[in-house]
């Protein structure tokens, strides 16, 4: 009894700090994630992405797992970010045909729009006071996760802050879309679709995809082109200001 007792003691000190606890935790919490939003009946206001980021939270505050180790635990999946934005290029090709009639709008729309993003975030974090670090996390907000570590890395933010902050402006920017769609009586999956992209990045894809295939097309396109715009014309302009 006693040598089982040591057992699992033991295995409670090295359960948490083996990676396959980190994948586990955060499989878990995306796949009930994924019923609580059906549960919900989809709201559009809180996607799965951030009930299973809540639950995971919880999982992480309530178990002996350290944060740092979870991250490194999870390195792989993180990794697997790039080849997901990628493979966004499948619907892009799919679609060419109509993104080529849109050349022109697109090109002057999207420098606009992306700078905007990162404009405002930092503006009003400024006015507030936030020191540095919290600026340069903010500023790639509505970047897609791969892009944006690699821009808040090179800017000296912090990569957890702006996790989050890309959890907030996703879930943020699919809903204000969905209701101003609504409200200006905007039916246009293009329209949509690369509202969508620009400014909530991979969560508002995901939502693109939901409403049709031309809308998810338009939503990687403006998510592609945001993130690529952003990653030339930020480093630039943020170590040009000092």
């Not at 090109?107 to 992306?114: E, K, N, R, S």
């Amino acid at each position: 009894m006693s040598e089982l007792l040591l057992r699992l003691e033991s295995l409670t000190h090295t359960l948490p700090q083996r990676p396959e606890t980190a994948i586990v935790l955060t499989l878990a919490a995306y796949f009930a994630g994924l019923r609580l939003f059906g549960w919900l009946r989809s709201p559009a206001w809180c996607p799965p992405i951030l009930l299973a980021a809540c639950l995971l939270a919880g999982l992480l505050a309530l178990l002996p797992l350290d944060y740092t180790e979870y991250r490194r635990g999870v390195g792989w999946l993180t990794w697997l970010l790039g080849p997901a934005t990628v493979a966004l290029g499948v619907p892009l090709y799919q679609q060419v045909h109509h993104i080529r009639t849109l050349w022109k709008p697109i090109m002057l729309t999207l420098p606009p729009a992306a700078m905007l993003a990162a404009g405002y975030a930092v503006g009003i974090a400024w006015l507030l006071n936030a020191p540095p670090t919290v600026l340069a996390s903010l500023a790639p907000k509505s970047v897609t996760a791969p892009i944006a570590m690699g821009i808040v890395e090179e800017l000296q933010g912090s990569v957890s802050l702006l996790m989050g902050a890309l959890l907030i402006t996703g879930v943020m920017a699919t809903l204000s879309i969905t209701l101003l769609a609504r409200w200006g009586n905007i039916h246009d999956p293009r329209v949509i679709g690369f509202a969508l992209g620009v400014n909530g990045h991979a969560i508002g894809t995901v939502r693109a995809f939901d409403i049709g295939p031309t809308a998810g097309a338009f939503a990687s396109l403006g998510m592609s082109l945001t993130g690529v715009f952003t990653a030339l014309w930020l480093p630039l302009m943020w170590h040009f200001m000092g």
